[in-house]
């Protein structure tokens, strides 16, 4: 039986490139960010910032192991339909909460939480992957794919959406059509300070304009088939 990823040296995972050591750094930073938030040290704006670098963090990694992790589980592991199931069920239940957050604000006395609750999952989903999704993957893969699939992964998270988007699906294509122009979005928001609120109407008209895109997108990948 292959040993969670967190008791495993970096060499043991397959080294710095491979898939389970990258996996392992993002889940670190984002307990890192949980700690900071929840510690209520530092002013407003600096928790706001922890937040939204927190958030960014979270859907950008998700994204790409929906994108490139769990298809390849599900076609290595028998119990892989299964153990992915799960995960996205995790997954679509954060952004559930972090939409409920953005939606109603940082002042409102319920915005914490919710952040309590989505924390709480995303620890969860955290040993989930590591004890039982990413061995494995491990117990399937050589290090030269692992490494393989890390840089694949990297490549996707790096140009992923980093924001809560529920009606988005959670497994390609589709997820990976809609994801481009939600992408551009995203990061477009990105730029402004932490905690501005887009007015609604014009997140309503950026939102529509990336929908747009997405089934144009959607429609040339079902015509290309």
Not at 51 to 62: C, D, E, R
Not at 95 to 114: F, K, Q, S, W, Y
Not at 208 to 217: H, N, S, T, V
Request: aromatic share 4%; glycine share 6%.
């Amino acid at each position: 039986m292959t040993l969670p990823i967190a008791a495993q040296s970096v060499e043991q995972l397959g080294g710095n490139a491979s898939i389970l050591a990258r996996q392992r750094r993002d889940h670190a930073e984002l307990d890192r960010l949980m700690r900071a938030y929840e510690s209520g040290r530092g002013s407003r704006e600096e928790r706001r910032r922890t937040l939204k670098a927190l958030v960014q963090l979270t859907f950008s990694h998700a994204f790409a192991e929906e994108t490139v992790l769990w298809p390849v589980l599900r076609r290595l592991a028998p119990d892989g339909e299964e153990q992915t199931a799960t995960v996205e069920s995790e997954h679509q239940q954060i952004n559930d909460l972090v939409t409920e957050m953005e939606r109603i604000g940082a002042d409102d006395p319920r915005h914490d939480v919710l952040a309590t609750e989505a924390f709480a999952l995303i620890r969860q989903d955290i040993r989930d992957e590591e004890d039982l999704l990413l061995p494995r993957l491990q117990e399937s893969l050589d290090r030269t794919r692992l490494r393989r699939l890390g840089s694949a992964w990297e490549a996707v998270r790096r140009t992923a959406p980093t924001r809560p988007h529920p009606v988005v699906p959670r497994r390609p294509p589709a997820n990976a059509v809609l994801g481009v122009p939600l992408s551009a979005f995203d990061r477009a928001r990105d730029l402004l300070p932490a905690g501005s609120r887009v007015p609604r109407g014009r997140t309503l008209v950026l939102a529509g304009g990336c929908l747009g895109i997405a089934w144009l997108l959607a429609k040339g990948f079902r015509r290309s088939r």
